[in-house]
């Protein structure tokens, strides 16, 4: 492809993160009204919760290694179709077992790590961070889009009508999959390629760990879990452009790290509301650098032909971090109170901080 036209299909990728990411939490505004009519109390609700975590902690590998065989328009594909099934469902769930089972079809829904390939792929690789960073405002964006809109639909028209519009807005994703997005993103794509990967499985657990024997994978990846652990997942990108033009991706991770670390002590000590207003700054800006910095790392780390399958690991972590952070932070808050959070992120940050600054941060080795 010519730059005009990556740059075309990598704004195009932009739309459709932010509208995925628009009714992913237009139906975070949809499933708390659906499951107290339901009944659920608050126990119940976790286990919902949790369970979406599991299954999406299963597919994104998957979904991951999906994308490099396939190619970036089957596998968006795929994420919007699942995504119609996953509102239509929810729009159908009148009792406590179809709340359950509507969950099921987000083992598949994965467009934002699809995006993410796509934007990795037709991107060069000293402007991948940027463009990435762009497509974490573009989650930013339908995050607070899809909080208003869901709302303002669940109250005035109640719950299966918002899951309906979620479900045609999908389809709306959909079409722009077809419509705009090439077969194939990678570089290196040619005929004899595309053959051999496609007599690859899907399933084939050695080539998604493989990927953890590329120089720096392993060491990047286990950073981005234990650091991300005692956090959430906060992401927009408005100054990662700028920020990596003048100092390097390893000194970022080291920068993110060690504010995150800073927060952690801070939330501790807070006692007040506007203590925390003046905590979110800080903590938005480390985990927007975190999170961008740490997939832009990875997918320069391993082949072209890969950059789907880590991305798909990428995702997995945040949904190890829903699956189990729940249960831990519970555990934390009735023994220990909130500054235990707090306490627990400066101290782990702090030690991964000095991990990095011991062993030089990231080095950007050569791939094998």
Same mark, same amino acid.
């Given at each position: 492809m010519d730059p005009a036209a990556k740059q075309k299909v990598i704004f195009i990728s932009y739309i459709?993160?932010?509208?995925?990411?628009?009714w992913l939490f237009l139906q975070f505004s949809i499933t708390p009204y659906l499951a107290r009519?339901?009944?659920?109390?608050?126990?119940?609700?976790?286990?919902?919760?949790?369970t979406l975590g599991v299954i999406q902690l299963l597919g994104g590998p998957i979904y991951g290694r999906f994308a490099d065989v396939f190619g970036a328009r089957t596998a968006l594909s795929l994420s919007c179709s699942a995504s119609v099934v996953y509102f239509l469902l929810l729009a159908m769930a009148d009792s406590t077992f179809m709340l359950f089972v509507h969950k099921l079809p987000a083992v598949?829904?994965?467009?934002?790590? $699809?995006?993410?390939?796509?934007? @990795?792929?037709?991107?060069?690789?000293?402007? %991948?961070?940027?463009?990435?960073?762009? /497509?974490? #405002?573009?989650?930013?964006i339908g995050m607070i889009a899809g909080s208003s809109l869901g709302g303002t639909l669940t109250t005035h028209f109640g719950e299966k009508f918002a899951a309906m519009f979620a479900a045609t807005g999908?389809?709306?994703?959909?079409?722009?999959?077809?419509?705009?997005?090439?077969?194939?993103?990678?570089?290196?794509?040619?005929?004899?390629?595309?053959?051999?990967?496609?007599?690859?499985?899907?399933?084939?657990?050695g080539e998604i760990t493989r990927l953890m024997k590329y120089p720096?994978?392993?060491?990047?990846?286990?950073?981005?879990?234990?650091?991300?652990?005692?956090? $959430?997942?906060?992401i927009q990108g @408005?100054?990662?452009?700028?920020?990596?033009? %003048?100092?390097?991706?390893?000194?970022? /991770?080291? #920068?993110?790290?060690?504010?995150?670390?800073?927060?952690g002590l801070a939330q501790a000590m807070m006692t007040t509301v506007f203590h925390l207003?003046?905590?979110i700054i800080p903590m938005m800006?480390?985990?927007?650098?975190?999170?961008?910095?740490?997939?832009?790392?990875?997918?320069?780390?391993?082949?072209?032909?890969?950059?789907?399958?880590?991305l798909g690991l990428c995702a997995s972590v945040q949904s190890l971090l829903r699956t189990v952070g729940p249960t831990i932070g519970g555990f934390l808050y009735e023994g220990y109170g909130v500054p235990s959070f707090g306490f627990i992120q400066c101290v782990i940050n702090a030690g991964v901080f000095c991990i990095l600054l011991a062993t030089g941060g990231h080095s950007q080795t050569q791939k094998p």
């Open positions: 459709i993160a932010a509208l995925d990411i628009t009519r339901l009944g659920f109390d608050t126990i119940w609700f976790g286990y919902l919760q949790t598949f829904m994965h467009a934002m790590p $699809g995006a993410q390939m796509v934007v @990795a792929d037709l991107s060069e690789k000293e402007k %991948r961070a940027e463009a990435l960073g762009k /497509l974490g #405002l573009c989650f930013g999908s389809c709306v994703s959909l079409f722009l999959v077809f419509k705009f997005i090439p077969k194939h993103t990678k570089a290196q794509t040619t005929a004899e390629s595309e053959n051999k990967a496609s007599s690859k499985s899907v399933f084939n657990l720096g994978v392993a060491k990047t990846f286990i950073v981005k879990i234990i650091s991300g652990l005692p956090s $959430g997942h906060i @408005a100054v990662i452009g700028r920020l990596t033009s %003048r100092f390097s991706e390893s000194s970022l /991770l080291l #920068l993110s790290v060690g504010i995150t670390s800073l927060v207003c003046l905590i800006f480390s985990l927007s650098i975190f999170n961008i910095i740490t997939d832009s790392m990875l997918t320069k780390s391993v082949s072209p032909s890969d950059t789907g399958t880590m």
